[in-house]
């Protein structure tokens, strides 16, 4: 069975597969990328369509406005021509030729915004829907983000802990076997130990051991897999 620095230096092997996996889970959070990129998916669309509709609905305000001020030159011109203020046949031809223009000015507004009564609501609806699915997308990517903010400090404060809870675990092996270790932790994606386990294999690798190696495992011997290179861990009942 394992000897006593061995099962010291297990002890800080499952430390450090528990930092490795706070790394990883670390690697995973979630921070709305897919949110992020429907979002901008959606502000791309509101810079086109969005803008080409409210380029309309502020056409049909404006030539409203516009249609408003000829209207009301006219009124005040027959006002001027009816009234009996003008008598003059010249300024009488002035007014009437003013009054014809505006009209004719006018008329080409009324044609305008015929056309605009047809484009301006279809277009108001997709702006208020695509308005909508943009809110709703920030606030997805909002409510994402702050569940990976929750979710880091979490984990952030949790490997505090073990980080600290390492160095206290690094004090109980022997140095040789403790520099032994971490040059393989440093070779092998942080892992430097492994578990036989019951099929008489390396639990890092799954190759069968040798019969030799298997038989140093058992006497409690540091010995490391010729295939995967990391120090073998024996408990009683394990083969």
């Known amino acids: 069975m ?5 099962r010291r230096l297990w002890a800080l092997h499952e430390i450090d597969a528990e930092i490795l996996d706070l790394k990883r889970r670390a690697a995973r959070l979630d921070a709305g990328f897919t949110e992020a990129a429907k979002l901008k ?23 409203e406005l516009k249609q408003q001020g000829y209207d009301e030159k006219i009124k005040k011109f027959e006002k001027q021509l009816f009234s ?40 108001q609806t997709e702006l208020d829907k695509l308005t909508a699915q943009i809110e709703d997308a920030k606030k997805a990517l909002a409510a994402k983000r702050q569940i990976a903010v929750v979710e880091k400090g979490k984990i952030e404060s949790t490997y505090k802990a073990v ?18 270790y971490e040059s393989i932790v440093k070779r092998y994606e942080g892992v430097g130990m492994a578990e036989v386990v019951k099929n008489r294999s390396c639990g890092g690798c799954g190759t069968l051991l040798p019969a030799r ?3 140093c495992a058992l006497d409690g011997q540091v010995i490391t897999c010729e295939s995967c290179h990391r120090i073998l861990y024996y408990t009683t009942g394990v083969v």
């Open 213 to 215: 190696t298997l038989q």
């Open 41 to 63: 998916e959606l502000t791309a669309k509101d810079a086109s369509a969005g803008e080409a509709a409210r380029s309309l609905i502020t056409e049909q305000l404006d030539t």
């Open 84 to 123: 009996g203020a003008v008598t003059n046949s010249r300024e009488v031809e002035a007014l009437q030729k003013e009054i014809t223009m505006l009209k004719r000015h006018r008329d080409g507004f009324d044609d305008r915004l015929l056309e605009l009564m047809d484009e301006v609501p279809p277009a």
């Open 163 to 180: 980080v600290a809870k390492r160095e206290e675990a690094k004090k109980l092996v022997p140095p040789a076997l403790l520099n032994r």
């Open 2 to 6: 394992a000897s006593p620095d061995l």
